[in-house]
């Protein structure tokens, strides 16, 4: 695919032509319900008429996002197309890697709980504002994370928080899908029994054992502003955020919730943080073990080593003008 031409902040550079796609081209999760697909393409055919642009809607059937992701993004990038996830997190994320497999230009209409990854770039996180935006958004190189050669936009990880993400879904298969819920979830999980894991981390040439409850590797700045960690400022300048938790009981895990809460997650004695390039972790398993690993909500078993790492060239994301 040509690469897009990029706008210019330089005053004195000639104003370069803002690119246009040749269609757009959106991949939505069909898992979510019938009601909720008839709706979803309503809204985005009529969002496409009132813009008077052209596209086409794929919905993914269960089990089958990343294959129709990936076709969809190796068309779009032939095609000179923009391909835009339509989704939460795991949706998101699926339409994210292959874009960035295939060198497309990536759109992002959210439908999460959260939205980090959206709100962290300026994209309006109400549907509705963010087709309008996405008609005039330009394509701009955006920092990814990749664990085990796929990439994730917001965070990966092991050990206590791939459970918490479990019981979540759970709680909103049955609740719905709130932010009440969510930190319902979170506080049954927390105050449950956790397993600890005991690594070797290979980072910075340094290799060290570690043992600990959660291993929380983050690419978005709102998140470790937001609980007081200064790995914020290093994410999205080619590094991103690591944190380690030691072995604690649930009651100290709690005060550790409410000192993120309070945006003081920094001061813990009981917290590792610190930013880095590319690390390779072994977790101690038994011979031909796996490990829960979560990225963008999704959460699988994969063998070891996990190797986290800033993604080699950027992913081009629609931004709406600043």
């Not at 937001?226 to 895990?253: D, N, T, Y």
Request: hydrophobic share 45%; aromatic share 6%; net charge neutral.
């Amino acid at each position: 695919m040509p690469s897009p031409t990029l706008t210019t902040a330089d005053d004195s550079a000639p104003a370069a032509t803002p690119w246009r796609p040749t269609a757009w081209r959106f991949v939505v999760n069909a898992a979510s319900g019938r009601h909720d697909r008839e709706q979803t393409r309503e809204r985005l055919e009529g969002a496409l008429a009132a813009a008077g642009q052209s596209g086409r809607i794929d919905f993914a059937p269960a089990g089958e996002l990343a294959a129709v992701a990936e076709r969809a993004a190796t068309e779009s990038a032939a095609q000179g197309a923009a391909l835009v996830g339509v989704g939460g997190d795991g949706t998101l994320n699926a339409v994210a890697d292959a874009a960035w497999r295939a060198d497309a230009v990536f759109g992002v209409v959210p439908q999460g709980t959260f939205n980090y990854f959206a709100r962290s770039h300026g994209i309006p996180t109400e549907p509705d504002e963010a087709l309008a935006a996405l008609f005039s958004a330009q394509p701009q190189p955006v920092q990814v994370g990749r664990v085990n050669g796929h990439v994730f936009l917001v965070n990966a990880s092991l050990g206590l928080y791939p459970d918490l993400l479990e019981d979540r879904e759970a709680w909103k298969s049955r609740l719905g899908r709130s932010r009440l819920v969510a930190l319902g979830a979170a506080l049954a999980t927390l105050l449950g029994e956790h397993r600890r894991l005991r690594l070797t981390v290979e980072e910075g040439g340094q290799t060290r054992p570690v043992r600990t409850q959660t291993l929380f590797v983050g690419n978005n700045r709102l998140q470790f502003e937001q609980v007081g960690l200064p790995e914020g400022r290093e994410v999205e300048s080619g590094r991103i955020g690591a944190v380690m938790l030691r072995p604690i009981g649930s009651w100290r895990m709690l005060g550790l919730l409410l000192r993120g809460a309070l945006g003081r997650l920094g001061d813990a004695d009981t917290v590792e943080s610190f930013a880095f390039e590319r690390m390779v972790v072994r977790p101690w398993l038994p011979s031909g073990g796996r490990v829960k690993l979560a990225y963008d909500g999704e959460v699988v078993r994969v063998k070891p080593p996990v190797v986290f790492e800033v993604a080699p060239r950027p992913l081009m994301l629609l931004l709406p003008p600043r």
